[in-house]
C-alpha cells in the first residue's frame, strides 16, 4: 500500500483526498497545513518535513507561491511530489525544481489531470494518425463564470492569482500535448469589472514549433458554456453541457473536443460538398483518480510520469509569455 501525504487540505487538497479514497493500492498518510482550524478524517502532522517522513509521496496543493519552495523540500527529502499545477508561480522558480529534481534524481509530476481523461488519449490518438490531415490550426475557449465568493479571498485578486494560472494553464498544457510545443504568443487582457490585479479577460495567439497557429479566448466574467470544465463531466462539482471547448483544424478533416466529434468529407476538401459528422463515444472517467494511481506506479517504479516536471515548466513559460506580450504589445518568444 502506497502512504500518499496531502499538503493542503482547501478545495484542491480535500479533491485530491477523495481521490485517494477512490483509488486503488494507496492510502492518506496524513495531512499538513499551518491554516487547519477543524477536526478532519486524516492524521495531521506538523511540518512539511514530518509529512514527507511518513509518505513514499506527497501532494502540493498550496497556493503557488508555495510550490516552489515545499517542492525544494520534499526533493531534498528523497520525497516523490505531484505538484498541483502551476509547477511553480514562475518559470525561473520551476526551472529550479525542475534542475533539482533531475539532480537528486526524485520523480516529480504536474497535476495537469486532463492528459489522464479517455477523451484526450482518444483525440491525441485521431490527430497523430494522420485522420485529420495536416493539422493547420486551433482554437481554444475557456469562459468560466465566477461567483463573487470566489473572490472573497484577497489573494484571488492578485496578478499571478488569476484565471491565466488558475484556469488557462490547463487549456495550454492540453493543446501543446495535442499539437507540439508553442513557441511564440501575442495576447491583450482586460480587468473591466472587478477591476482588481488579477486578470479577467485574455485574448491570445499562438504559434506553435510546428507552424500551426491558434487561439485562446479565456474570461471568467463572460457566462457561457464553452469550457472544459463544463464540457467534459470529469468534475460532478460542474454541470455538464452539450458545447466543445478546442477545435483541431487539418487539411482532411477536424475534431472537436470534448465531445469527440470528427468532420470529414468524402474525397477530400471540397467546400460545396457536405460533411460528415462522426462522434466516437466514450465513458466519462475520473481523471484525479487515475492520476493517483499512475503517482503510485511512478514512486513504485512502474511508470515515467505523464505529465513532468518539463511538461509542466513549458506550461508555465507559456503562460508568463502571453502575460508579457499582453503587456507589452509585442509577440513575445517562449521560454
Not at 501543446?176 to 477591476?195: E, F, K, T
Amino acid at each position: 500500500m502506497i502512504r500518499i501525504g496531502v499538503a493542503g487540505v482547501g478545495l484542491i487538497g480535500r479533491q485530491h483526498l477523495d481521490a485517494i479514497a477512490r483509488a486503488r493500492g494507496v492510502t492518506v498518510s496524513a495531512v499538513f497545513d499551518p491554516a487547519l482550524t477543524d477536526d478532519v478524517a486524516w492524521p495531521v502532522v506538523g511540518s512539511l518535513s514530518e509529512l514527507a517522513a511518513q509518505s513514499d509521496g506527497v501532494i502540493l496543493a498550496v497556493p503557488n507561491h508555495l510550490h516552489a519552495p515545499m517542492a525544494l523540500t520534499l526533493i531534498d527529502a528523497d520525497c516523490p511530489v505531484l505538484v498541483e499545477k502551476p509547477l511553480t508561480g514562475t518559470a525561473a522558480e520551476g526551472a529550479s525544481v525542475v534542475k533539482a529534481a533531475d539532480r537528486a534524481g526524485v520523480p516529480i509530476l504536474v497535476g495537469h489531470h486532463r492528459r489522464y481523461n479517455p477523451l484526450v488519449a482518444k483525440a491525441h490518438e485521431i490527430v497523430v494518425s494522420g485522420t485529420l490531415g495536416q493539422v493547420t490550426t486551433v482554437q481554444g475557449t475557456c469562459w468560466l463564470p465566477k461567483p463573487d465568493s470566489y473572490y472573497a479571498q484577497a489573494w484571488r485578486q492578485g496578478a499571478g492569482a488569476g484565471p491565466l494560472f488558475i484556469n488557462l494553464i490547463h487549456d495550454i498544457d492540453l493543446l501543446m500535448y495535442l499539437c507540439g510545443p508553442i513557441s511564440h504568443v501575442q495576447a491583450m487582457q482586460s480587468n473591466l469589472v472587478r477591476g482588481a490585479e488579477a486578470e479577467e479577460v485574455t485574448v491570445a495567439t499562438l504559434r506553435f514549433a510546428s507552424g500551426v497557429l491558434g487561439t485562446v479566448n479565456l474570461s471568467d466574467v463572460a457566462l457561457g458554456p464553452w469550457s472544459w470544465e463544463l464540457t467534459a463531466g470529469e468534475n460532478p462539482a460542474y454541470p455538464k453541457t452539450d458545447q466543445s471547448s478546442y477545435l483541431i483544424g487539418g487539411t482532411k478533416g477536424s475534431l472537436s473536443l470534448p465531445n469527440l466529434s470528427l468532420w470529414t468529407q468524402d474525397g477530400g476538401p471540397d467546400w460545396w460538398a457536405p460533411m460528415d459528422q462522426t462522434r466516437v463515444p466514450l465513458p466519462l472517467s475520473d481523471p484525479l483518480k487515475t492520476q493517483i494511481e499512475h503517482f503510485a506506479d511512478v514512486i513504485r517504479g512502474k511508470a515515467e510520469p505523464i505529465v513532468s516536471g518539463a511538461d509542466g515548466l513549458r506550461a508555465v513559460q507559456v503562460i508568463e509569455a502571453i502575460k508579457t506580450a499582453a503587456g507589452s504589445g509585442q509577440m513575445v518568444a517562449v521560454g
